[in-house]
């Protein structure tokens, strides 16, 4: 018994040692532990002390920015300035020289009645569908047919089947082909005749409106030709009146010297040109004869061309930003691309003409 009672104590003694051990083990690492959550601890601050520094920095480049931006504005404006004041001593050198006024405002009366056509061609052209209006109407009709010859083709298929049905064995492989046929065209026939009864209404509104618009089309080409034929002839004129003016160094009126400068820039001259063109244009067709303002008002009373050419010739600090160009053949707009007039002036931005020479600002 003795024996035993020794070998218990003493396995009991080599447990108890090695739970002393493993306490001992459990001990260092909880001290690692604790001085891991230091570490951390440490390493949090210095996180929020990053983040309120990088707060600070971006304060600062905020207020820098607001610094920079009021700079450039205010440097935009003194450029404006001194643009307006070298135009006007290129303005007061050329009358003490000399120099012929230029006379763009006296129009002719024949030019008149080519802008009237003009505008009476453009009125016409407006009354008919642009294209991607009939481009519109033509897919619901393409739609339409494209369901009703869907819906025959699977017709044909069941009536197809059907006398196979009629004519072989229920035991032959053909009978049973017939059967698998003859359900599944009927459901796709009876589907596609749902879709085109459903689309039936507006194709036949859609042909409507395109026989219309061919109708009127075919009625008023005469008209709309007239127009872009006066058009093309009345900005060939006032263009050539321009080109005389600028050949003979004539000091040209105010309300174009605030908008375009007294001479076109050496580079890109050709759309100072055809901008040029197009505001005269303006003032022939809407009879504007202010003498500072290049447009004149805005009209009383809402005039479909003319209310969208204004929109087209927009002024912002009594500059010309943008001239939507529309081809006449074309109802739609071109592409936008940077137009500076003056050289160091402010910037301004042209709409490039599909067709240069026809092309209108409307």
């Known amino acids: 018994m003795s024996d035993d009672y020794g070998y218990q104590v003493r396995s009991l003694e080599t447990r108890t040692g090695g739970m002393e051990h493993e306490l001992y083990s459990l001990r260092s690492k909880l001290g690692e532990v604790e001085d891991l959550d230091y570490e951390l601890r440490d390493i949090r601050g210095d996180i929020r002390s990053l983040g309120d520094d990088l707060s600070t920095v971006r304060n600062d480049l905020t207020e820098l920015d607001d610094d920079v931006r009021g700079h450039i504005q205010d440097t935009d ?5 001194l643009t307006g004041r070298v135009q006007a001593l290129e303005a007061r050198l050329l009358a003490a020289g000399g120099a012929p006024l230029a006379d763009l405002d006296t129009i002719d009366p024949e030019w008149k009645k080519l802008a009237r056509t003009a505008s009476h061609g453009w009125h016409v052209r407006s009354g008919l569908l642009p294209g991607h209006q009939r481009e519109a109407h033509r897919l619901k009709v393409r739609e339409y047919e494209g369901a009703v010859e869907e819906r025959d083709e ?19 492989r053909e009978f049973k082909q017939a059967v698998m046929d003859f359900g599944m065209s009927r459901t796709l026939a009876e589907r596609h005749d749902q879709r085109a009864q459903k689309l039936a209404g507006p194709a036949q509104t859609a042909r409507a409106a395109l026989a219309q618009d061919d109708s009127l089309r075919q009625a008023k080409t005469s008209l709309i030709e007239q127009g872009d034929k006066a058009e093309r002839k009345l900005n060939w004129l006032l263009r050539g009146r321009l080109a005389d003016a600028i050949r003979d160094r004539a000091l040209l009126p105010t309300w174009f010297v605030t908008v375009l400068g007294l001479v076109p820039p050496a580079h890109r001259t050709q759309e100072w040109m055809d901008l040029a063109t197009q505001i005269l244009a303006y003032r022939v067709t809407y009879g504007i004869t202010d003498q500072v303002v290049a447009l004149g008002p805005a009209p009383d009373e809402h005039v479909p061309r003319r209310t969208v050419g204004r929109r087209g010739l927009d002024f912002v600090g009594g500059h010309v930003v943008e001239c939507s ?3 006449p053949k074309e109802n739609r707009p071109g592409q936008r691309r940077p137009f500076s007039p003056n050289r160091g002036g402010p910037q301004r931005s042209l709409t490039t003409p599909r067709q240069p020479s026809t092309g209108r600002c409307v």
């Open 77 to 81: 404006q003194a450029v404006k300035r």
């Open 154 to 172: 699977h017709r044909d298929k069941v009536v197809e089947a059907a006398g196979i049905l009629a004519s072989q064995p229920r035991t032959s």
């Open 325 to 327: 160009f529309v081809s």
